[in-house]
């Protein structure tokens, strides 16, 4: 049975990738001096405790990559205690120890706190070649990546003023059904949907991810499609079943989204799981996807039903919004929000669910965002439900603590 925020098995480690050593000044090296006993790392159990205290000056992201020495903990000991934890979330910091978020709370590790030397050491090996000079430019980057036997993890690399830092983020690596994540059975019956865009939305680590891959799962063994994910990095892998599904990595097998939209025109799937919505390109192409006959799955990072659309059409200019309206209306076929409470005995995700019926399509047309809550309220026979009712349901089932 999966539970939100825990994980399970994996498949294989980066160790292969390797980086041209920095040029060698002639002559020998002197001997450096024998490396003292490497203390054993301990799953963090102590309050948050970070160190400002800058170390060194700011680093600077065109690097030497070589190895430094032993350090006293690996990247992948910090993983697999990750995993042993349960914690969703690990931050690498210079000039902090390891930071370990588990249960919504954050707490540090038992090991020394990082030095700009370590950071490149444990995190630079996992970025492949191709990837080393975006991040250089950018200064950030997000891959996954996947361990041994243990997990996948969605990766994010950054510069900030003290050096290089990171969050690595747990992914389950057996898709979740919608049964085991105990979502409404409305999920289903978009599931079957031929064409349209639905929108899962909700703030980081509300489970608005997860979602998305339980639907794709229903659809891999209900259904018989052709799926293409198009995601910036690809979090869940889906085995083929009933469904031919492809995946395609933003940056890795295709240099941008729009790359990837132009191509979907060639490739003839009926269903594209495109990620998050971040921009205006993004939006278009979903419409134009939509228009094409495709049903498209999409994120945002809104915390409502509402404020979802509003952030859809405030993407585009305000000379293109009664057309992004319009156009928005007739594609839009369900939006779930979503709210994870992580203080409750056994994690809980609450839904706000609208569909699309003839009054929620004239409400986005005519901009009167704020009647959908009343559409909402009044929908229970289609499956819709506000945050309000879903929060009281979960409290009837007795899966939420009453406050």
Known sequence: MFTWGSN??????????????????AGPPPAPPAPAPAPEFKAPETNLKISTQETSAPMPLAVDTNPIGPEPYTLKELLTSMVSTQATDLHLHVGSPPVFRRGGKMSAGSGPALTREMARTLLLPLLKPEHMERFKATGQHDFSYELAEKARFRGHYFGQHHGLAAVFHLVPWEVPSLDDLKLPDVLK??????????????????????TVAAMVDHINHNRCAHVIILEEPVEHYHESDTCLIDHREIGLQVNTLADGFRAVLHEQPDIVVMGEVKNREAAELALRAVESGMLVFATLGTPSVVT???????LFPTS???????QTAAALKSVIAHQLFMDSAQPAVALEVMTSNRAAARLIREGQ???LREVMQKGKD???QTMEQAVAELMQQGRLAKS
């Open 8 to 25: 399970a098995k994996s498949d294989a480690d980066s160790s292969d990738t390797s980086f041209p050593d920095p040029a060698v000044p």
């Open 320 to 326: 293109h919004q009664k057309d992004a309206r319009a």
């Open 382 to 384: 289609d499956g819709m």
């Open 189 to 210: 019956n978009l599931c079957d949907l031929s064409s349209g865009l639905v929108l899962a939305t909700g703030p980081a680590r509300s489970g608005r991810s997860h």
């Open 308 to 314: 979802a659309i509003e952030r859809f059409i405030d």
């Open 369 to 371: 965002f704020e009647g």
